[in-house]
């Protein structure tokens, strides 16, 4: 396809609807059209960091409309038409007076006008009075979704720090849940007893765990299942004590921190076919603004971690996992996070391995959730992969 010369996109408050033109069309050229109230300095840098990140060779102008002067938004729409022929109009978003302007213009001459709706992917491209409907399958990853609202993942993040999906510890994560699942609220309190005492344990430094066998308790189950299935490496009983190694520094984080297997089985079972979601990160660390501060540049973040985000094309999916009890404030963060990076655009999701009780309290969180349009994935721990899947699916 060649490329389109110059484009213009009406200015949005959605970010997404600003971008659909560059990922599709690459122009050498998109002049934004808003008005000044609303195309704010910052919004605008947001833009120019996502064009930096995916289409860097594209030029970018932001010109402001009168808001609340047709002629005058006429006349602005028509000097940029004389001045260059053949530009293409994208008409997502945008003010309801600059629509009317560019009616008003194309009732006296032809002008190449189209419409991409995020959500579907489809395109209306019309041009007099043809109008002609495509499917196209856009796609940005997470990274610059959340770059394009404002913020930045942090280095932190736990697909760039701590987890390799590796085949090998995908087949982990699997053999971890089985365990988890037998386990079901045990696996949490388990988990907190086993790293509580490594963490006093003599040889801690060279990866040993020496443990006594009375402090356990019966915790000292799990650990004789974790051995079994491969997850421990010289393990061995001796007396009063059982001393191992973890099979590797991931199994430990695994065990370190209880709720993690959850997040891991939810992102293994969303990512196992590569065509149904388009991008996913683990343990999203969020910086707010866009900017992270150290020594070097001191400040205060505002930050949020996100369990599991997953991207369907240019709609982001953002999960809460919640593997203990759960209360109103998840919801709650969740709509927060979701709005800020997403916009209306966003889907989000709540799940929890264990059931939302049906008493009148669960009956009364899950009414809450509907009415936040936030999807409730519960009872986890009775689902085949198949069923957490295909839920995943219909966010």
């Not at 594209?58 to 602005?76: G, M, Q, S, W, Y």
Request: charged content about 30%.
């Amino acid at each position: 396809m060649e490329r389109t010369k110059v484009m213009a996109e009406f200015y949005s408050e959605e970010p997404v609807e600003n971008i659909m033109a560059m990922i599709k069309y690459r122009p050498e050229k998109i002049i934004f059209l808003g008005h000044k109230d609303n195309m704010i300095t910052k919004k605008i840098k947001d833009i120019i960091d996502f064009r930096d990140m995916k289409c860097p060779d594209c030029e970018l102008e932001f010109v402001e409309v009168p808001k609340d002067d047709l002629n005058a938004a006429i006349d602005a729409l028509t000097k940029i038409i004389r001045e260059y022929p053949g530009i293409r109009f994208e008409l997502t978003g945008g003010s309801e007076l600059i629509l009317i302007a560019l009616g008003c213009i194309a009732a006296r001459m032809e002008i190449s006008k189209l419409r991409i709706d995020p959500f579907t992917g489809k395109e209306i491209d019309i041009i007099g009075s043809e109008a002609k409907m495509t499917d196209y399958h856009f796609n940005i990853g997470i990274a610059e979704d959340i770059v394009l609202h404002g913020g930045i993942l942090t280095p932190q993040t736990g697909s760039y720090a701590e987890w390799k999906f590796t085949d090998a510890f995908r087949g982990d994560i699997r053999v971890l849940w089985d365990i988890c699942c037998k386990y079901k609220s045990n696996w949490n309190r388990y988990c907190s007893v086993i790293d509580e005492l490594a963490k006093n344990t003599p040889n801690r430094n060279e990866g040993w765990c020496e443990l006594y066998r009375n402090q356990l308790g019966e915790a000292a189950k799990l650990l004789r299942d974790l051995d079994e299935a491969g997850m421990m490496k010289d393990y061995y009983e001796s007396g009063k004590k059982i001393c191992f190694r973890y099979k590797d520094n991931m199994i430990r984080k695994v065990i370190a921190k209880a709720g993690n297997i959850l997040e891991l089985h939810v992102y293994e079972v969303a990512t196992r076919d590569c065509y149904v979601f388009t991008d996913a990160i683990i343990g999203a660390h969020i910086d707010w603004d866009g900017e992270i501060h150290d020594l070097s540049n001191p400040g205060y973040d505002t930050m949020n971690e996100i369990d599991v985000i997953l991207m369907k094309n240019v709609c982001p999916i953002f999960i809460s996992c919640k593997s203990g009890k759960t209360g109103g404030n998840a919801l709650h963060e969740l709509e927060t996070v979701s709005r800020k990076f997403g916009g209306k655009y966003a889907r989000k999701a709540l799940v929890m391995a264990k059931s939302c009780d049906d008493n009148m309290g669960g009956q009364f969180f899950r009414q809450r959730a509907r009415d936040m349009h936030i999807w409730i994935i519960d009872d986890v721990f009775r689902m085949s992969d198949e069923q957490l899947f295909n839920r995943l699916k219909r966010i």
